[in-house]
């Protein structure tokens, strides 16, 4: 995923939130409230994932190829993220 597919993902994402709003303030079905949250939260994993492939392939390949004491510091950064996203 390059920056611009990143970038249209993230608008589309903040119209669905904007969209989420909306409905709350229109008193809307609890469900499909829900339902539009859940979306909007998949959007933003695939976002995460995205720049973690990114960061995976780009930041911590050329630590690795280097290989000195930042390519540690690069992996354990990237295994710190992994554990974040997975708790959410």
Do not use: F, P, W
Request: aromatic share 2%; with cysteine.
């Amino acid at each position: 995923m390059n920056k611009a597919d990143l970038q249209r993902r993230l608008r589309r994402i903040e119209g669905q939130v904007r969209g989420i709003a909306q409905m709350v303030d229109d008193d809307r079905y609890c469900i499909d409230v829900l339902t539009q949250i859940a979306a909007a939260t998949r959007g933003l994993q695939k976002v995460a994932v995205g720049i973690l492939d990114d960061h995976l392939r780009h930041c911590v390949a050329e630590a690795a190829r280097a290989g000195d004491d930042v390519s540690d510091e690069k992996i354990t950064e990237a295994m710190a993220s992994i554990e974040r996203l997975l708790k959410t």
